[in-house]
């Protein structure tokens, strides 16, 4: 199964440079060493480098490293961070471009003892480390009903100095199945474990090749104008009979390989792709707007909140973004950032929208989903309920070279609701790409979606 990682802000890069020592703390600007509310992390700035220390109660482990591109930004792999200093200058923020919201920082004199000392390698240790991740920053143990120290006695007698990486793999995927969350996964090189809802499926691309083929050739036969944006990841078409839009999204990012994928060029690509469809004389006719996200793996956040502000011809909040940030209490959390919605300065479609959505709407399919609920105008959610995974992803390197990824934050409506596990509901139910509805070359929700907005 793809890792759906969502809008995880550190990339992994490659780097031997040294990090920013406690001398630091004394320069001006950002340079110094940074501890972020909730993350479990330690940020070391310096000598042109961000280097990430990935801490628990009993370990510290360096994590990813970016490389400096101008004053309190730094870039990995196309993803832009950029840390910007507080009136004290003892407090700081830092942001990624493909995420929404801002993490905490706040500045400390030395690094954690732990980050002085290497980690030992032994199957134990690696267990103690991922176990104690899980434990100090999984928001939903309650939720899924899970008693994680119980997991722990359960499964720790079995590790011993002899224990293979692939018996530990093997133990470390019992660990989590539990949960089923499509953000949780173990990865060691190419083998992974992770798994969605029960009853959902995942959104591959074999999947979107053929639900897409299945919509062309029954919901779009005889569209009079269809056209694909973004290496197929966007497809626009108007329904016959000055019928609405039809916007079916598979994915937000992957629209471009230029500037190895950059948050920046998938913003371009969208709003090409937005510009040209959205003319004039298209928003004067257009009876209403379906927006498919049915088969939707997830990527930029930041860009969902970008299309929604072409959906809108006011200012409101999508959503309010918090953390768990006590790694000895679970009902702690960061203080919640609210994210806006703002009229785009472009030409902006305001009437009826329909959403369908299903158990293949992951990720920042379901955060854009979230951030058309209390849009301006008339919305409407057709289909099933979304998979239910909403948080940026942490990838948590072990000792031994493993890989852990976990959620460990929520995204809260105006009511301080959050749909982790369950996902955001319809709130008219058809069935979504059954066998039934492909044996009998039937489309419920979107047919439904077309009635909706004709009346």
């Given at each position: ?43 070391a ?40 200093l ?5 407090h ?6 493909g ?19 290497p ?45 293979t ?18 953000h ?6 190419d ?19 053929r ?27 108007d ?13 937000f ?44 793996g ?22 309010a ?13 960061t ?19 329909a959403?369908?959505?299903g ?5 920042a ?17 057709i ?10 992803v ?20 105006h ?9 955001i509901?319809?709130q008219?139910?058809e ?10 070359s ?14």
């Amino acid at each position: 199964m793809r890792i759906v990682t969502a809008t995880a802000v550190i990339l992994t890069l490659a780097a031997s440079a040294a990090p920013a020592t406690a001398a630091d703390a004394g320069r001006s600007g950002t340079d110094g060493l940074w501890r972020m509310d909730g993350y479990g992390t330690v940020l070391a700035l310096g000598h042109g480098v961000y280097q990430e220390y990935q801490t628990t109660a009993v370990s510290c482990l360096k994590g990813d490293t970016a490389r400096q591109t101008g004053p309190g930004t730094y870039t990995a792999d196309g993803t832009v961070l950029t840390v910007r200093l507080g009136r004290d200058h003892d407090h700081a923020r830092l942001s990624a471009d493909g995420s929404v919201g801002h993490r905490r920082l706040r500045r400390i004199a030395a690094l954690p003892d732990k980050c002085t000392r290497p980690a030992p390698q032994d199957p134990r240790t690696a267990f103690d480390v991922f176990w104690q991740s899980f434990e100090e920053n999984y928001p939903f143990f309650a939720a899924k009903g899970v008693d994680w120290p119980a997991v722990r006695d359960r499964y720790r007698p079995l590790i011993h100095r002899d224990t293979t990486r692939s018996q530990l793999f093997d133990v470390f995927s019992r660990m989590v199945a539990p949960l089923y969350d499509a953000h949780v996964a173990v990865q060691d090189g190419d083998r992974v474990f992770a798994q969605g809802r029960p009853g959902t499926e995942t959104p591959t691309e074999q999947l979107d090749a053929r639900v897409k083929k299945f919509t062309v050739e029954r919901d779009l036969a005889r569209a009079p104008y269809r056209r694909d944006f973004a290496a197929g990841r966007l497809t626009y078409a108007d329904l016959p009979g000055n019928g609405p839009g039809y916007l079916r999204i598979s994915g937000f990012g992957g629209y471009t390989t230029a500037d190895h994928g950059s948050y920046a060029a998938d913003l371009a690509e969208l709003d090409r792709a937005l510009d040209t469809v959205l003319t004039t004389e298209r928003l004067r006719r257009l009876p209403g707007l379906i927006i498919d996200l049915r088969i939707n793996g997830g990527g930029s956040d930041a860009l969902g909140i970008h299309l929604a502000g072409r959906l809108t011809d006011r200012a409101y909040v999508a959503y309010a973004k918090r953390a768990r940030n006590d790694p000895a209490d679970p009902t702690r959390h960061t203080r919640p950032e609210p994210v806006p919605v703002l009229p785009a300065h472009a030409p902006r479609y305001t009437g009826p929208v329909a959403v369908l959505t299903g158990g293949s709407t992951v990720s920042a399919g379901e955060t854009f989903t979230q951030a058309l609920m209390d849009r301006p105008g008339r919305t409407i959610r057709i289909g099933q309920p979304t998979q239910g995974v909403f948080s940026d992803v942490m990838s948590r390197k072990l000792p031994n070279g493993m890989t852990a990824w976990l959620p460990n934050e929520e995204f809260l409506t105006h009511e301080g609701r959050a749909f982790d596990g369950t996902g955001i509901p319809p709130q008219i139910t058809e069935p979504v790409f059954t066998r039934e509805e492909f044996e009998q070359s039937r489309d419920s929700a979107f047919d439904r979606a077309v009635n909706e907005l004709e009346r």
